[in-house]
């Protein structure tokens, strides 16, 4: 069985029969044993529309695409099937802070 997903690792992800299996960036923090073991994640695309809700971030691990910010939604960890790696700190924040964007939360 894999570790539980880390904040700002890319994992592929079981996102379930109409999203399938597809890498995801995971936004939450890590949760213990009295929470419920949900990871919030960001989907990666390869279907590109130029939308300013599609943040890039090149990987090595990932094929060129983008986080669609507008697909952020909570599974349980157990849908995680293995780390592919890890973004580096500025793209996280800047997949972050186009998620905050999407929600609401920020001024940008």
């Not at 929470?35 to 599609?54: F, K, Q, Y």
């Amino acid at each position: 069985m894999p570790s539980d997903p880390v904040r700002g690792e890319v994992w592929l992800f079981d996102l379930g029969m109409a999203e399938k299996v597809r890498p995801v960036l995971v936004v939450s923090t890590r949760f213990e044993d009295c929470d419920r073991a949900l990871v919030t994640v960001i989907p990666h695309t390869t279907s590109l529309r130029g939308s300013r809700h599609e943040i890039g971030a090149f990987a090595p691990f990932l094929k060129p695409g983008a986080f669609l910010v507008q697909g952020v939604s909570t599974h349980p960890s157990v849908r995680a099937v293995r780390k592919l790696g890890t973004l580096r700190v500025d793209q996280f924040d800047l997949v972050v802070t186009g998620m905050l964007r999407w929600l609401g939360c920020a001024s940008i």
